[in-house]
């Protein structure tokens, strides 16, 4: 499975290629909001969401015949900014199905900067996920 080439084909809003990537009886989980997708329905949500995007793999994990990758999005102007965390698992190198997640980026709460609780993230953590940084 070519998680890059897939996330390229997201990015830029391709169907075509977006569509080679899935098996054909595949399905889309959106479990933040509730919501399951055909593959065209997937297609036509990524599609027609209004702006021109971009963004990056942060990281890629492997397990088997399911692979998780946590992947930066944005607005190429950055006006908005978005993590998505996808499960894929695949059957003969396409997507049989996908479980997404997605969140906002931004601020802390303030309840947790009032408590004084947390700091942010040290860029030596982010280039080592596993390592303890502080």
């Given at each position: ?13 391709d ?8 098996c054909r ?10 919501e399951q997708?055909?593959?065209e329905?997937?297609?036509?949500a990524?599609?027609?969401?209004p702006?021109e995007w ?20 944005y607005?190429?102007d ?21 479980d997404?997640?997605w ?32």
């Amino acid at each position: 499975m070519d998680i890059q080439g897939f996330w390229d084909a997201v990015l830029k809003q391709d169907a075509d290629r977006m569509r080679a990537y899935f098996c054909r009886d595949a399905y889309i989980n959106w479990h933040c909001t509730d919501e399951q997708f055909t593959v065209e329905e997937y297609i036509r949500a990524n599609c027609e969401y209004p702006g021109e995007w971009d963004g990056e793999i942060e990281r890629v994990e492997t397990m088997g015949d399911v692979s998780v990758a946590v992947v930066h999005v944005y607005t190429c102007d950055r006006s908005l900014s978005f993590h998505a965390v996808s499960f894929m698992k695949t059957e003969n190198g396409k997507i049989l199905s996908l479980d997404e997640y997605w969140g906002d980026d931004g601020a802390a709460p303030q309840w947790r900067l009032d408590q004084k609780i947390g700091c942010k993230i040290p860029p030596a953590a982010k280039e080592r996920p596993f390592a303890s940084v502080k």
